[in-house]
């Protein structure tokens, strides 16, 4: 079988993506529910022995694997991705250390609400979520958002 191309999951993407109101919620709550992905692996508390004894190291490693994946798909999207983790990194260990919850809660809250807008989305569309075809959509839909922020600046994907 041979691998999707980068617009090839863009465009399998955006068959299930056309209502302006199921876009709209999909800009709040990818970028959300990716955040509270990082968050929930950032909170797992880690023995302090090696190899595990480097604080976070499960956010590390899947954010590190999931810039593989990009990688073999697009390396501009790859670039984007990883500023974006990056980016939900920063804000994880700044929300440890200021926010009056637990990071884990933080994230709770927010998952749940923003996979209610997902379905809700969806549900005006009259699409099931595509990763309910292929897990991998999950990842794409991110992919998706930054193709968009990619066209506005001009960038190839």
């Known amino acids: 079988m041979k691998a999707r191309t980068m617009q090839q999951w863009l465009d399998a993407y955006g068959v299930s993506h056309r209502n ?15 955040f509270t992905m990082v968050g929930f692996l ?23 694997l999931v810039g593989i994946f990009y990688l073999t798909i697009s390396f501009p999207i790859m670039i984007g991705m990883m500023l974006w ?23 709770g809250v927010l998952f749940v609400v923003a996979w209610v ?7 005006v569309e009259g699409a099931k979520p595509s990763f309910f075809e292929d897990l991998q959509f999950l990842l794409i839909g991110p ?3 930054m193709s968009f922020i990619y066209r506005k600046l001009g960038v190839p994907i």
């Open 20 to 34: 302006a109101t199921n876009k709209a919620i999909h800009w709040v709550c990818v970028p959300i529910i990716y």
């Open 42 to 64: 950032y909170s797992i508390p880690m023995p302090d022995a090696p190899p595990f004894s480097t604080p976070h190291v499960w956010a590390k490693l899947a954010i590190g």
């Open 85 to 107: 983790s990056a980016f939900c990194y920063g804000l994880c260990v700044y929300l440890d250390v200021h926010a009056p919850w637990p990071l884990w809660a933080i994230c």
């Open 117 to 123: 807008g997902q379905f809700y989305g969806h549900k």
């Open 143 to 145: 992919a998706w958002l």
